[in-house]
Every structure is written in structure tokens, then in C-alpha cells.
């Protein structure tokens, strides 16, 4: 009977629509996509897409079936969530849905939307999906940078990257900006301050400039992969990538400056490459000390440091060019000298223009040109001409060395001659190994008996002196080329040791440098061993065995249960023990790693016990105070045996009620702490006037401050926050600020709007905070430069940043200009929350809580 096994499910193909910005028309894009594709007959389905109240985008809705929202209700809260379920179940071919960094809210299987479409990709749905340039999570910083707007909501690149299709849409920034101000991106109230904050040309040009880059990078990506995968070895000039070959001599500096001169002239900006082949380049050594501050002017400058290992200069030089698919090549003018160009082969210089093919070579002149070594170093293992050359000279040499003796005319005694014959030897030695010398040898007694001893002509010896003679010439020739063969194969070996230790050298400066020392290490093998590909592999799971074998594919055991699979060429038997130890930094990495990761679950558990110590030495200090005065009020009252005056009862009861409520506040602080540490806040988020909260914070503090200035709250209109929390946020802060103020200082509260949120300060001109202790501060339990130790837990700054970030802002201490300390409590706007239901620029969604 034969069985056959049903066919795995298809991974769907993901096709990403960038922008640069909301507003290009991602959205649009994508619901005409589908209905291009409806058109020709697939089945596609609008799995989730967010129109925010535009007409022309949601009319491409019309004919395009709609898989309904998932609805979810917490506290007083209403979300719309794409359906993962019912899409699953509904099984089209192809899925659009928008805005791929968005957070789902709590109760869902995933926490991102990005995750959602991994699993409608791993069941074989083909995903159409939109994304923001400032929502990659490698650009994040740096669109916060240039809006001043955080960046809440990320997915990471390689999710991006490993898209079958990523197409950018793109609109210029004044076109941008009309669909703004013509109300098609926006509601007309929100226009004037997307245009004066976010929409600002200079941030859409720099916007469109990141997402431009971005796509361009993924772009060049896909062409490598194209290029490798059907072998193509020519260059493609489609970007100016300028390569520049480093020796480790002093003249590196000279050429890599060259280098970038080129490479900036390029129409839209070259790429600029460094590389060092780590092997006996026949002139000066090169010093790791001169390699490492040449990298780092490289990287200075924007390029990229590479070491190849190479058996011959310019094959690897060529072969590292056109796998980057560079496009010039800059090369130093030799530093051999006259003499030495006569003695020795061709250089790499006239090499590498005779074989670049396509690539241009610039040979630039330097300081040190043609003040080298007279002669090549020993070190590099022959190469064929000189494997077919020696043997040549073995037969040539002795040849015309006597028929310049017999032309001489006999002038030369038997001992001169045999010493020039013995020199012969030792030269061919020198050019082809002890093989050739030895063939030498043999033609040269043989030459010798024939031609300059007695009986001359005949290959016999009369003398028993001469026959001695012969021997010992015989004797010292095979005896000084075995020794000039050993020598040079000693500085082979030596140069090939001095290779494998500056390769290991360059392996950990690069791990030293990087924070991912496995991904690092993977990508230095592969380049260094010039591999098409290099990768870990479980060790004899159902990846290891996918991966095959055959030719040009290597494995090689990595600690105990991983295999490194490198795929591209068989490598020679003298390239295994580097690899075995890039193998061994491997496993000793993914140790690291390992124990980072065991560190990393440890540390939660070293932070619980540091709280815990603290809590304990905290509520043994500052809960009996308020408890023994209480107490002591309440017990005085009770006791009969004294009689109290009106006046005295009066202040033991006002002594009790004190206590008992700063007892209260404790206790209320210490269990917000910890519902904020599980994650249980109950949080109610709605519209609230700061104008509303603030005066209630300001009464709600156990003494009337003094010197408190609040400022016009009216222009920043309302705030997405629960009112009794923010209440406490803004009482906590105000305390802290008076506490600290000197006298004579006011306090001052003000707010302003950016970008949809809301920023409201508190402003003290005390002693401030150094920026190395300001995390510090917000650590529960601390009193950092409080004299007072009697006034609380020391948990306000603690607990008005857990109560700010629950409700969706930040708590954030800035300096004072004169001197103090600014807390800035920024939350989403009312308006804007309400208005557009999406993340757009600078928007909360709620994280999911455990």
C-alpha cells in the first residue's frame, strides 16, 4: 500500500505599501490594488482598512467584500480590532490590511498587528498591508528627532524585509501639504496644527528622504540576491560603489580619502568600501595597529570595513568587487622599487587592470610609491608560473651556464666552476622549490662530467680526486636546496600563521565592537571565506537535515547542539583550523548569549527583592510614625485617669485624624504600586480639562502650597486621561516642586499642544538633579537629596510616572533655564483621539496588559 503525504500549505506572499507620511495614499493604494485584483478574478477580501472619514477612499470600499471588526469593550473604552479568527475561517486568497504597526488592544492573541499578519502569511494568505516610514523600528529615533513626535508604535525592519513586494507611495511635500489644508487627510479643525507642527515641508522632505533611502536599500537587497542566485559575476553599475584595497600600510589613509572624494561625486552618493586581504601582499607587512585606525576612518566617513582571506591578491581582490558589485576600484601605486620590478613578477596594480573586466581601477599615486622592499617577502605559496618555471630552469640554467664557461675558453679552475654550478642550484631552489633544484643538481654533475673533467667528453672520471670532487658537489647542492626549500617553506608558513592570527585578530575586534556577536560572526565568516552564505542550524533537526549536502556545502559542529552550514565553495585543507576557531567564537557567542538571556530573567526577580528590602525598610520607618502618633492621640483619649480640657481633646482628636489620614495615603500609595506593577490599574480614559484637575490637585494636598503660578491651560485644550489619576500625577509633582523651591521661587504650571498631545509642566527653581541620577528618581522608595525622611515612602515620582504611562503620556524631567527642575507630563489631545480613531503621528493604543 502506498501512502502519500498531503502537500505542506503554501506561505502566503506579503506586499508592503510605504510612506513617507500619513496622507500619501497608502490606504488608497491598497483598496484599489484589491479591487484591480478582484477585477481579474481573485478572491480578496478588505480584511481591515481605516479610511478616517475620507470619502474618496472609502468609495473604493464598494464592491469589495468586508470581513466585519472584532469590537472589544474595556472599562469605558471602545476598540475596533481586525478579526484574525474570522479571516482565518474565511480563508480568501489575498487579505488587505492597514496600517501594519498598529497595537492591538488587550484581550487579543497577538499584541501587534504585524504579528497577526504573520499568522494569515504562515496559513497561506496573501497580505496586502500599508506602513509609515516612522514606524520602522531602525527609524523611529530618528523621525522623533526630526518632529519632536515619539514614535510609540514600531515593527521591525526584517518583517519589512523579508516582503516579496515592498512599493513605495510617494507624493511630494507641497502636494502633501494641499491635500492637508484642502481637509482630504484631516478634519478642518486639526489642519492648522498639522500644518505648523508635523506637516511642516522641512520634516515631509526629510520624511521622504528616509523613505526613499529605506526602499532604495531594500532595492540594491533584492538585486544581490538576484545576482547570486543565477551567478551573475559582471558589474551592474546601477549605484557607484567604490571599493578601495587596503595593505596596512601608511598609504592607506591617502587612498581611502581618495576613495570617498569619488564616491561623494556620484550623482546621488556612492557606497564606499574598504577591504584588507589578509594574506603576504609581496611588499611591507601589514600592522594590525595601522589596519584597526584605518577602519575606523573608513567607518568615519560612512563606509564599510571588510577582510577577505585570499591564497592570490588580485584573484581575491576581483572576487570580493564583483560579489559587492563594485564599480571602481582604487589601488596605491607599488611600492617596489626599480630593481625589484625587474627581479619580479607583475605587480597587482598592472594585474588587477589587465583582469577588472567592467571595473574601473584608479591607481593613485602616494608618498611611498616605489620605496618598498628590493625584494618580494617569502610567504606566499607558488604559484603556477613559478611551479612551471622552476623545473625550466633546472634544465635551462645549467645549459647556458656551461656554455658560457666553454666559451670562456677554459680561463676558470674546476673549483671556480663548480661554484658557480652550485650557485645555479641554490637559484633554482629559489624559484621552483627543492624539486627543481634537484634536477638541477643532477644536470649539473652530469654537465660537469662531460664537459670539465677529465677524461673530457665522456661521462667516466680518471681522477679519484675529481670523482670525491663530484660527489661533494652533488652532496652540498641537493643539501643547500633542501635548506633554502625548507626556509621558504618556514616563511610560508609564517606568513600563513600571521594571516590566521590577524583574520582572529579582526574576528574579535569585530564581536568586541558589536552588540550581536552571533550575527556578526555569522556574516564575518561568510565574507571572510568568501561563502555564498553562512548559517546556524539546530544539529540533527528537521532544519539540519533541509539543509543538504554536496559540493559547496560545509558543516562544521558549533558547541553541542548547533552546526554551521556555510554554502558557496570547497575550501582547502589549510583554511579548516580558521574555521574551526570562528566555530569556537561561535559557540562561545551563543553562550553569551545564552547567558544574557538567563541574566536577563534573573534580573526582574533581583529588582523584586531590591523593592521588597526597600519596601520592608520603608514601612518600618515611616508607617510607625503616623501609627505610634495615632495611637498615642487615641489612647489618651481613652484613658480615664486624666482629665482632658476641651482644647486638649480637641487637638488629640485633630492629632488622630492626621495620622490616621497620612496612614491612609501610604497605604493607598503602596497598593497603586503595586496594581501598577501587575498591570491592573483600573484606568478611565476620557476627555478632562486641565483647567478642572489641576485646582482639585492643588486642594487635595495636606498643606495649601504657597507660590503656586498657573498659567492659561484654556489654549491646550482637553486631554485623554482618567480625572481622579491625573488628579494625583499633577498633587505628587506640585509637592515635590514646593518641597524643593527655595523661598520667593514660585512654582509654575503651564501647558501647550504639539502634534496631538498635550504637554502640561511643572517648574521648580531649586537645586535640580545631575541627568545621571534623573532614572534614578523615578525608582520607588527613593529620596534622592530629601532632608525630610518623615514625609512618605518616597514613592511620588514612582507612582506619577506609572499613572501618567497608564494613561497612555509620559513623565519626563527636563532642566529649568536659571537653575531647577521641569516635569513633563505629556498626554494624548481629547480632540485628536476622538477625531481619528487609527495611530496616525504620535496617537496612544492602549498596550496589552498581562
Known sequence: ??????????????????????????????????????????????????????????????????????????????????????????????????????????????????????????????????????????????????????????????????????????????????????????????????????????????????????????????????????????????????????????????????????????????????????????????????????????????????????????????????????????????????????LTATGIGETMVRLSGDIDVHIVNHERAGRGRLLAMPGSVLPRSRRIAGPLAGLVLPVLLTAGLRSAGGGLNLTSEALLFLLTVVGVACIGGVVSALLAALIASLLMNYYFLPPIGEITIADPNNILAEAVFAAVAVTVAAIVDRSLRQSRRAAKATAEAETLSSLAGNILRGEHAVDVLLELTRETFGMESAGLVPRGGREGRAAGDGPGVLRVPVGTDRTLVLRGRDLPASEHRVLTAFAAHLAAALDRARLAEAAAEVEPVKAADRTRTALLRAVGHDLRTPLASGRAAVTSLLSREVEFSAEDREELLVTADQSLLKLSRLVDDLLDMSRLQAGVMPVRLCPTRLGDVIPQALDALPEPPDGVEIQDLGAAGEVLADPPLLERVVANLVANAVRHSPAGRPVRIGASALAGRVELRITDHGRGLPPERRERAFEPFQRLGDTDNTTGLGLGLALSRGLAEAMGGTLTPEDTPGGGLTMVVALPAAGRAAAEPGPEYGEFTPPARP
Not at 561623494?264 to 585606525?293: C, E, F, I, P
Open 1 to 342: 500500500m502506498e501512502l502519500t503525504q498531503a502537500p505542506a500549505t503554501t506561505r502566503g506572499q506579503l506586499k508592503v505599501l510605504i510612506g513617507a507620511a500619513p496622507g500619501v495614499g497608502k490606504t488608497y493604494r491598497m483598496l484599489d490594488e484589491g479591487r484591480r485584483r478582484a477585477a481579474r478574478g481573485t478572491d480578496v477580501v478588505v480584511a481591515f482598512a481605516d479610511c478616517r472619514g475620507r470619502p474618496h477612499t472609502r468609495e473604493l470600499l464598494h464592491g469589495l467584500e468586508t470581513v466585519p471588526r472584532l469590537h472589544r469593550h474595556i472599562h469605558d473604552s471602545h476598540f475596533e480590532e481586525l478579526d484574525l479568527d474570522a479571516v482565518l475561517a474565511r480563508r480568501p486568497a489575498v487579505a488587505l490590511v492597514d496600517d501594519l504597526a498598529h497595537s492591538n488592544s488587550p484581550g487579543g492573541r497577538h499584541a501587534k498587528r504585524w504579528q497577526d499578519i504573520e499568522e494569515l502569511l504562515t496559513a497561506g494568505i496573501d497580505v496586502v498591508a500599508t506602513v509609515n516610514i516612522h514606524h520602522l523600528e531602525s527609524l523611529s529615533d530618528v523621525v522623533q528627532k526630526i518632529t519632536a513626535v515619539p514614535q510609540y508604535e514600531t515593527v521591525p525592519d526584517d518583517f519589512v524585509r523579508r516582503a516579496a513586494q515592498v512599493e513605495l507611495v510617494d507624493v511630494a511635500p507641497e502636494a502633501l501639504r494641499r491635500r492637508v489644508a484642502h481637509g482630504n487627510v484631516f478634519p478642518p479643525q486639526r489642519v492648522d496644527a498639522a500644518l505648523s507642527s508635523y506637516f511642516r515641508v522641512g520634516n515631509l522632505t526629510a520624511l521622504r528622504e528616509l523613505a526613499l533611502l529605506w526602499v532604495a536599500g531594500h532595492v540594491d537587497e533584492g538585486l544581490r540576491e538576484y545576482r547570486r542566485e543565477h551567478a551573475i559575476g559582471g558589474v551592474w553599475e546601477t549605484r557607484e560603489r567604490v571599493l578601495v584595497a587596503l595593505t596596512g600600510g601608511p598609504e592607506g589613509e591617502t587612498l581611502i580619502r581618495r576613495a570617498a572624494r569619488i564616491a561623494s561625486r556620484a550623482s546621488s552618493g556612492g557606497d564606499l568600501l574598504a577591504v584588507h586581504v589578509t594574506r603576504s601582499d609581496r611588499l611591507a607587512g601589514a600592522s594590525s595597529s595601522t589596519l584597526a585606525a584605518q577602519r575606523q576612518l573608513v567607518e568615519s566617513l560612512g563606509g564599510s570595513y571588510h577582510s577577505v582571506v585570499g591564497a592570490q591578491v588580485p584573484a581575491a581582490l576581483l572576487e570580493f568587487a564583483r560579489a559587492v558589485n563594485a564599480t571602481q576600484l582604487v589601488l596605491g601605486s607599488s611600492r617596489r622599487g626599480r630593481l625589484a620590478r625587474l
